[in-house]
């Protein structure tokens, strides 16, 4: 591995980054499919300058800028310049709806609110009720934001930020269905990007295949944050696209993908190992990359994947090695500076092989969650280990593999769904009495989100019905893959539903 990243003095993220690609601002920074390359001083350049339109709109170091946007190189820009000015950055996923958009508006109490031009009418009510300034950003360069971005001045500096200062604040949804947001600190996420940096030995000739969208910490944090240390160019796609893809693999060393897009690779015939000559290494996050479909890739690319296990809270938390056995459903060790157990619910070690409650303790935390103080301390144990909510067990030599998560969230094409979120919506629509929301095998999603629906007496609900209620207030990835109407939900004795019965007795529900 080799980097010219030199610790800073200024602890700003934008700092340690700068001090990776210093001496290759003249080096392709984001090379995109059919349209422009970038250098690393282009870019840097163009977030000067959005740091002054930003600046010019009243944004300050500390203040919030919410973004929900389309991939493109001018998010990436926006992304530099609020962490050069010491701004908190929350990004949200561009599935979510107006009503969703609304509730983070109003939490997260923004100074501005980034929106794609198209979504400015009906998201402009919404930034005037939490006092946010809407501005546009789109793909081509375009919206509001961007032409301010062209006239402002730039600004120069970069703010001389504390490590424990905010950077980032991602949403995260809980069993109540209300959204967190999780505060990282600039010390939190370059912990993370120089972890990854080391343990993923990232070459400064590396060239990453990025196809991932860069709303959630895998897209913009695992992916861009490596590749930034280390001056490296990335494949900057707008999103997975089949055939662009097995295109751009001869051009790339490094993809890192979750496991809907490695299915879908797996069934193109252009998928090879002669395809995949040029990559050095395949990441697979986000969600579990199944045992089956580990060995398929080995056989059709003939690399391994690594896979990683992390989360918004903490960053990367494991990693398979990039030497040494990487066997199918384990997730690696922890990642350096990072602690691990598995404990029982004394939070007393469990032997070796034994599941337990996943617990862990590092640098890359993250320093609780927005305005939730007591619901922040309730995630720590009295010693300070972050309660994950996952199950997992430990090999002899430290390796975890993940059995479940004590919750009953949902992992469906790589993103997070809470059950009780989406029960909540379907309980509302009319003819429904009650429902349960589970995950079920799914060979493209992982996950699918499948509703178990008990109707009123005189209820005449059906699937359209129910998702003609929810379309406008659940993003569409959030929505159910299937409805099965029932007569009742199991029940245990203190008529707690029992959805391990659900997905025990219709684990083959997607496969027939």
């Known amino acids: 591995m080799t980097s010219n990243a030199i610790e800073p003095t200024n602890r700003n993220l934008y700092a340690l980054f700068r001090s990776g690609f210093a001496d290759r601002l003249d080096h392709p920074f984001l090379i ?44 990436v820009a926006l992304y530099l310049a609020c962490l050069r000015m010491g701004v908190v950055f929350v990004t949200l996923n561009t599935a979510y709806t107006p009503d969703e958009v609304a509730f983070f508006l109003g939490d997260a109490q923004p100074t501005v609110f980034v929106c794609r031009p198209a979504d400015a009418a009906t998201l402009q009510p919404f930034a005037d009720e939490a006092g946010a300034k809407l501005v546009t950003l789109g793909v081509d360069a375009d919206g509001t934001l961007a032409e301010a971005t062209d006239t402002a001045p730039k600004i120069v500096d970069i703010v001389d930020s504390k490590g424990t200062d905010i950077a980032c604040m991602l949403y995260t949804s809980g069993t109540t269905g209300r959204s967190k947001g999780a505060m990282l600190t600039h010390d939190g996420l370059a912990a993370t990007a120089k972890g990854l940096h080391e343990v993923w030995g990232w070459q400064r000739d590396d060239v990453l295949l990025h196809v991932l969208p860069i709303f959630h910490v895998h897209g913009l944090f695992v992916a861009l944050h490596p590749a930034m240390l280390g001056g490296s160019s990335v494949l900057f796609h707008p999103k997975f696209e089949l055939d662009a893809t097995l295109a751009a693999l001869p051009d790339a060393t490094v993809m890192m993908a979750v496991p809907t897009i490695y299915n879908r690779l797996l069934q193109a015939d252009q998928f090879t190992p002669e395809q995949c000559a040029s990559m050095r290494v395949f990441t697979s996050g986000s969600a579990p990359l199944a045992a089956d479909k580990h060995e398929d890739f080995a056989r059709k690319s003939g690399h391994v994947v690594l896979n990683r296990y992390g989360m918004t809270e903490a960053g990367i938390i494991t990693s398979s090695p990039l030497d040494g056995e990487r066997p199918a459903g384990t997730v690696g060790f922890a990642m350096p500076g990072l ?18 409650m996943v617990q862990i303790k590092g640098d890359t935390l993250f320093a609780g ?21 996952d199950i997992g067990r430990l090999d ?33 629509a009319e003819g429904v ?19 178990f629906v008990v109707l009123t007496s ?15 207030r659940l993003a569409r990835f959030k929505q159910p893959k299937r409805y099965v109407f029932i007569d009742e939900l199991p029940r245990n004795a203190m008529s707690k539903v029992q959805k391990v019965a659900l997905r025990r007795d219709n684990a083959d529900l997607y496969s027939t």
């Open 458 to 472: 005189e209820g005449s609900a059906n699937a359209e019905s129910i998702e003609e209620a929810i379309g406008s």
């Open 369 to 389: 969650y927005w305005q939730l103080p007591e619901k922040t301390a309730s995630e720590f144990t009295d010693d300070g280990f972050f309660i994950t909510g």
């Open 433 to 451: 009495f009650e429902s349960a929301v589970v995950g079920l095998p799914h060979d493209d999603l992982g996950e699918g989100v499948t509703a």
């Open 339 to 356: 602690e691990l157990r598995v404990v029982d619910d004394t939070n007393q070690p469990m032997p070796e092989g034994e599941p337990g």
């Open 32 to 75: 995109i499919p059919g349209g422009a390359t970038l250098t690393y001083g282009d870019v840097e350049t163009r977030a000067m300058h959005m740091a002054g339109a930003l600046t010019m709109l009243g944004v300050a170091t500390g203040d919030h800028v919410v973004v929900q946007i389309d991939k493109s190189s001018d998010g």
């Open 396 to 428: 002899a030599e430290g390796r975890l593999t993940l059995d479940g998560r004590s919750g009953d969230m949902i992992i469906s094409g790589g993103f997070n769904v809470y059950p009780r979120e989406v029960e909540l919506c379907i309980n509302e």
